[in-house]
C-alpha cells in the first residue's frame, strides 16, 4: 500500500465518523482533537475502523502516533511495511 | 450478582476519614460541618473565601494549589496565595467592566490556568460562575447562554470565532467577553494585559450562604436544558463530601479528571479540593493511556476521583499496559458519572493495588450523596451508602401518595431535601423545579434498589435522558437540533448500550418526502447535527424509518424504540397510535 492509498484510507474514516469534517481541507499537520474537534469516543471508533480496514493492530499506548494525519500515515506505513 | 465483597482491613478503616460510618451518621450535623468552614463576618459565606482566604490566613499561602501539566509538557505550580491573587485580580477585571453581585459569568474553555483564575475571581466578585463544556457545538451554548441570562463570558479566541461569534450579538444580557491571551477579535476583550495591571487584592464580595454561585446546566427529558442553581452555601457540603468520600485532607495530591464544565470538575475538581487545602493536579491534555499512567507515577497522585469511561478504555488496553509504572503512592480511587461495573471496579484492585469506589451524584444534589467510603467493605457494582447528612430512599411513586420501598425492590432513588448544597430553584422554571418534590422527598430521576445491608445500587433512568461518557443528554435537543435540517420531517432518539461510553446516542429519522435515505444522507445529518451540537452529543449512529412509534396524542415512544433494540418486552403499548415502520 503506498502512502497515498493509505492516507486515502484514513481520510476516508476519518469523515465517516465525523462528517462534519471536509476531507479536502484536511491538512497534514490537524490534530484529530484540538483542530478537528474529534473527542476520545470518536478516536476510540477511528482506530478500530483503520483496524479493520488495513487489517493492522494498534495497541491502546500506540493511539497518540494517529494523532494526526501526517503522524497516523507514517505510522500506518510503518506497520504495513 | 456473583461478586465478591471486597472487605476492608482494621488498618483501612482506622486510616479512613470515617472510620465507622455508622456511628459518623449518627453523630453527623450539618451545623457542626459549617462551624469548621471561617465564613465572613457578620454571617456572610464565599466559596472562594473559604477556598483561598482562610489557608492563606492560617499561613498555608505557600503550599501548592494546583500543579498544571500544559498538553505540550510544560508544567506550573500556583500556590494558594499565587491564586488568591489571580482570583483578586479576576475580581478586579469583572468589577473595571462593570460585571458585579448578582451578575453571571460564563466560561467555555480548555483546562488553562485562566480557568480556576476565573471560577475562584468570578465567586470572589459575587459573580454567578457558569461553566459550559468547552467541545460544546454552537447549539448548545447558544441555549444555555440564553437561559442563563449570560452578562459576561471568558473563552478562547478560537472557540470565540467558531462558535458565539456569528449570534453573539443576540444575547442582549452579554455585556463583556473575555479572550485569554494577549489579542482579541473586535468587541472582545483580552484578558492578558487586563490581568497585567488589575490590583492583586481584592476585598472578597460579601455574600450570604443563600446567594446564588453556580449555575450548572442539565438536560431534561423535554424541552430546554435547566440551569441548576447553587448558593455559597454549597461549599459546606462540597467540604465535608470530599473529605467523607474522597478522603481529602491537607497536603494530599488528588487528581479529579473531570472538566470543569461538567458539574464533577466544579464541584471535585475546583472547589472541594481547594477548600480542603489539597495539592491538585490540573492535566490540560484529554485522556491518553500512558500519559496518564506517566502522571499517577511522576506526581505521586495520592487521590484519584475518575469517570468509569476513562477507566474502561484504560481496560481495553489490558493489564500489561501498566505494568512498569509505580502506583504505590495511590491511596484511594474513586470513580462518578455512570455506574461502575463490578469487573471495573476489582480491575483498580488488580493493577492499582486498590479498588475504584463508586459514588452517586447529580447536578441537583451539588455533591456526592451516597458513595463507598474508604471505610466500607464494597460490594462490586453498588454505588455504596448514603454518607452522614444525607436520608436516601427507595420510592414508589405510582399511587397518590409515595411509599418506600422494601428491600431488594427497584423504585425511584430519592433523597430527604436539607443539605447544604442541594439545588435551589431551575433557573426561571418553577413548575418544572416543584415537579422534583413529592411528599416530602427530592425525586431523582433514577431508578435503584437497596439491598438487605443497605448498600444502594443503580437499575436505570425513570425518564428518557441518555448517559454517555457520565454526560447527561436530552434527547429533545438533540432531536431539535435534527429537525432543522430540511432533509428531516421527525426524529427520536434513544441510548444504546455502549461497552465503553456506558450509552451512545442513536436518532431515528422520518425523512421528508424527495429526500431518500442513503449512507449519504445519513453522514449529511450526523455532520449536521456534530456541527451543532459537537461530538459529545451528536448522534453516532442514524438509522431511516418510514414511521415512528407515536402515542394518540402524537408523543414519540422513545422507550418502545429502546425496548425494540435492546431486545426487551415492550411493556404497555395501549397508547400506541402509530407504529414504527
Known sequence: MTRNEIRTAFVDELTRIAPDIDGKTVSDKDHLMDDLGLDSMDILNLVTAIQTRLGVSVPETDYPRLETLEKAVEYLAGKLG | MGWDTITKSANDRANAALPDTEKARKDFSWNDARQELSGLPGGGLNIAHEALDRHVAAGHGAQCAIRWLGASGETRDFTYEHLQRNASKFASVLTRHGIGKGDRLFSMMGRVPELYFAALGTLRAGVVFTPLFSAFGPEPVRTRMEIGEASALITTAAIYRRKIASWRAEIPSLKLVLIVGDDAPEDCIALGPEMDRAPDRFEVMQTDPEDMALIHFTSGTTGRPKGVVHVHEAVVAHAATGRFALELRPGSVYWCTADPGWVTGTSYGIISPLVNGVTMVVDEAEYDLDRWYRTLEREKVEIWYTAPTAIRMMMRAGQDAAAGYDFSNLKFLASVGEPLNPEAVVWGKEVFGKPFHDNWWQSETGGIMIANTAAMDIKPGSMGKPLPGIEAGIVETAGDELSECAPEEVGELALRPGWPSMMRAYLNEEARYAKCFRDGWYLSGDL??????????????????????????????????????????????????????????????????????????????????????????????????????????????????????????????????????
Open chain 2, 448 to 581: 435503584a434498589m437497596r439491598d438487605s445491608d443497605g448498600y444502594f445500587w443503580f437499575v436505570g433512568r425513570a425518564d428518557d435522558l441518555i448517559k454517555s461518557s457520565g454526560h447527561l443528554i436530552g434527547p429533545f435537543e438533540v432531536e431539535s437540533v435534527l429537525i432543522e435540517h430540511d432533509a428531516v420531517a421527525e426524529a427520536a432518539v434513544i441510548g444504546i448500550p455502549d461497552e465503553t461510553a456506558g450509552e451512545v446516542v442513536k436518532a431515528y429519522v422520518v425523512l421528508n418526502p424527495g429526500f431518500d435515505a442513503s449512507d449519504e444522507m445519513e453522514r449529511t445529518l450526523r455532520g449536521h447535527a456534530r456541527k451543532r451540537l459537537g461530538p459529545a452529543v451528536a448522534p453516532r449512529e442514524i438509522v431511516f424509518r418510514q414511521s415512528l412509534p407515536k402515542t394518540r396524542s402524537g408523543k414519540i415512544m422513545r422507550r418502545l424504540l429502546k425496548a425494540r433494540e435492546l431486545g426487551l418486552p415492550e411493556g404497555d403499548i395501549s397508547t400506541l397510535e402509530t407504529d414504527e415502520k
